[in-house]
DNA sequence: TTGCCACTTCAAGTCAACTTGAGGTCAAGC
DNA sequence: GCTTGACCTCAAGTTGACTTGAAGTGGCAA
């Protein structure tokens, strides 16, 4: 059995997101002694799963679905492979975007309005073919 | 001259986000018919390349900020360059997760977690390499 | 038995980028 | 002159996933 300050330490979750997600229907303690919840090992392997899901961009309810009608993220391989997907048109529009910022780093023309490959990196943006990314590069920074 | 309805249908940004790019700094009006907002038609480049900084992952206050020092996003070359390089350390965290995701989908396993394949995601998920994408794929339904 | 301190609950705060709502203004058409 | 309605300002609300803070509890070492 395992007590929250163990499952925070090897799972890398702060106690806090723990109980949030118990909270939440996402993981559940077995019991406590006294007040302090315990877990069972397994939490650790459903709060990977959950990790996983939450990289491949499930909101958490989604991923609470998930593990509720399996019991290990019997996914639905419909909306496994619909994800694949999203995240294939994602994949595209980032490197396309990141062929962009790398021409106009090394590209000659004075002010990069100049140039007409960035003039069209641009353009597709303004007819929004190239939606915000957000938190994630945020992150990145940290 | 634009009056504002004419920059949020020429740009695709509702008249509130134009509001709130002026009052950030990111846009400016060159004056008032009355009490109504007049925008020269630059504006609207400016615009574009405010959705491709973000885009790009840029948050508001950088995009300011770039807009600020030149006079059309003379963003320094080192600046792209390194969100270019994120942007392909977050490309080959997505592609591998695509992967998995695909080989999920597919997997002739009972359950997930007795395939190895899939475990090895797990496992990667769970040790923190794959950060969560968030805002992106909620968009991605809207 | 006393004290420490890791744990508990619950409400409220945080973040970014907007959106919404209430209440007001004013140019233009009738 | 009067109405219409697009615009204005300013404050507050929204979203999702958490975090933080205050106030309380209780197991365990000394």
């Known amino acids: 059995?395992?007590?929250?300050?163990?499952?925070?330490?090897?799972?890398g979750q702060p106690a806090s997101t723990l109980r949030y997600y118990e909270e939440r229907?996402?993981?559940?303690?077995?019991g406590?002694?006294?007040l302090k919840r315990l877990f069972e090992p397994g939490v650790l392997e459903r709060l990977a799963l959950i990790a996983l899901g939450r990289a491949a961009g499930f909101s958490?309810?989604?991923?609470?679905d998930m593990l509720r009608t399996g019991n290990g993220m019997h996914a639905d391989r419909a909306k496994l492979s619909e994800k694949a997907d999203e995240l294939d048109a994602l994949i595209m529009?980032?490197?396309?975007?990141r062929?962009?910022?790398?021409?106009?780093a090394v590209c000659p023309a004075p002010s990069h309005m100049e140039c007409p490959k960035f003039r069209r990196f641009v353009s597709a943006a303004?007819?929004?073919?190239?939606?915000?990314?957000?938190?994630?590069?945020?992150r990145g920074k940290a």
Request: glycine share 10%; aromatic share 0%; charged share 35%.
């Open 1 to 11: 059995m395992l007590d929250i300050s163990d499952v925070a330490r090897r799972s």
């Open 25 to 30: 229907g996402l993981i559940e303690s077995v």
């Open 32 to 34: 406590r002694r006294g």
């Open 60 to 64: 958490l309810d989604e991923i609470a």
């Open 93 to 97: 529009r980032l490197t396309a975007l």
């Open 99 to 104: 062929d962009g910022l790398r021409h106009a």
């Open 126 to 138: 303004g007819r929004g073919l190239m939606p915000p990314l957000d938190r994630e590069s945020r």
